[in-house]
Nanobody, 124 residues
Framework: QVQLVESGGGSVQAGGSLRLSCAATGLPYSTYCMGWFRQTPGKDRQWVASFYLDPGSTQYADSVKGRFTISQDSANNTLYLQMNSLKPEDTAMYYC?????????????????WGQGTQVTVSS
């Protein structure tokens, strides 16, 4: 049974930093990628960043490129999202995801395993 548990959210002022963690258990050996998505009330879930397990490449949405860094600690099966220079528009519920289809981790319309989310609030 796949379980993804996010942590590390909180409230910060603009310009501050947070590091999100996603502890993964039960992932299939065939898992292709993991990613972070975010969602605000009344809006669609939005892709933020992806980590492709082999060969460890990364991909970022333009809105976070240069400020956020996605990484993985394979020994602990934990995915991270380091968020620097945070802006009020980064305020959202952040979700960790792992692919089910070996296609992509950059499109929220695909089928993923999802975590329960962790709230990030950035004040101006």
């Amino acid at each position: 049974q796949v379980q993804l548990v996010e942590s590390g959210g909180g409230s910060v002022q603009a310009g501050g930093s947070l590091r999100l963690s996603c502890a993964a258990t039960g992932l299939p050996y065939s898992t292709y990628c993991m990613g972070w998505f975010r969602q605000t009330p009344g809006k669609d879930r939005q892709w933020v960043a992806s980590f492709y397990l082999d060969p460890g490449s990364t991909q970022y949405a333009d809105s976070v490129k240069g400020r956020f860094t996605i990484s993985q600690d394979s020994a602990n099966n934990t995915l991270y999202l380091q968020m620097n220079s945070l802006k009020p528009e980064d305020t959202a519920m952040y979700y960790c995801a792992a692919d089910r289809n070996r296609v992509t981790c950059a499109d929220a319309s695909y089928d993923y395993y999802w975590g329960q989310g962790t709230q990030v609030t950035v004040s101006s």
